[in-house]
């Protein structure tokens, strides 16, 4: 069974510059969270879709950060404009309805 | 709001030594509890978990006991291997299905 996989992997952008992050779910999976991780940090939910719907974004900075989670399935992370602070890990993860949460490698962003 | 405490490392054992990571938690109601380990280059993997008070949660000679009335988690291996070396988070799930995490605990193994 493939895991969660995100893309890309690793990504360098100047501030000022949109971003986007991609997550694929483990097949049936229709849970989806998108979290931040700071260096030496442990992960901070940013969204948690129930299928197509967001049931918590109280943590997503809704002025630069957006999220879409299209048919349910896969995922998209957006940041416009990046700041200097931006820069950190972005994981997502699914799970089946509250069962344990798989995690994906990450996408690591450098934002100069 | 809820959260998770746990011991600030970075934790170095030599092989074979006992291990202990503390973890404590702040929650309303009945919460799930959860160890994470974060090996080198990759990401976030379940290694053990439990529901409900006095349960233990095991895998891999990992171990940890939910402790309500100490409301701790704490992780426990009697002999680690190198292996072993890698981040490990503790982490809730509340009544409400949000996840909190530690900040984790680097455990370096040496031989």
């Known amino acids: 069974e493939a895991g969660v996989v995100q893309s890309p992997r690793y990504k360098i952008i100047e501030k000022k510059q949109p971003v986007a992050f991609w997550c694929n779910p483990i097949?049936?999976?229709?849970?989806l969270y998108w979290y931040r991780q700071n260096l030496g940090q442990g992960p901070e939910l940013l969204i948690r879709?129930?299928?197509?719907?967001?049931?918590?974004d109280s943590q997503l900075p809704k002025d630069r950060f957006s999220a879409e989670r299209l048919k349910g399935v896969d995922s998209t992370l957006k940041i416009q404009p990046a700041e200097l602070g931006d820069s950190a890990v972005y994981l997502c993860?699914?799970?089946?309805?509250?069962?344990?949460?798989?995690f994906g490698p990450g996408t690591r962003l450098l934002v100069l | 709001g809820d959260s998770v405490t746990q011991m600030e490392g970075p934790v170095t054992l030599s092989e074979e030594a006992f291990l202990t990571i503390n973890c404590t938690y702040t929650?309303?109601?009945?919460?799930?509890l959860f160890w994470y380990v974060q090996y080198p280059g990759e990401g976030l993997q379940l290694l053990l978990k439990?529901?409900?008070?006095?349960d233990k949660g095991s895998n891999k000679g990992f171990e940890a006991t939910y402790r309500k009335e100490t409301t701790s988690f704490h992780l426990e291996k009697g002999s680690v291997q190198v292996s072993d070396s890698a981040v490990y988070f503790c982490?809730?799930?509340?009544?409400?299905?949000?996840?909190?995490f530690g900040t984790g605990t680097s455990l370096t193994v040496i031989p």
């Open positions: 982490a809730l799930r509340n009544t409400g299905n949000q996840f909190y």
């Open positions: 879709y129930e299928n197509e719907e967001a049931v918590d």
């Open positions: 097949s049936g999976h229709n849970t």
């Open positions: 929650a309303t109601g009945y919460p799930s």
């Open positions: 439990a529901t409900k008070a006095d």
């Open positions: 993860a699914s799970s089946f309805r509250e069962q344990t949460q798989y």
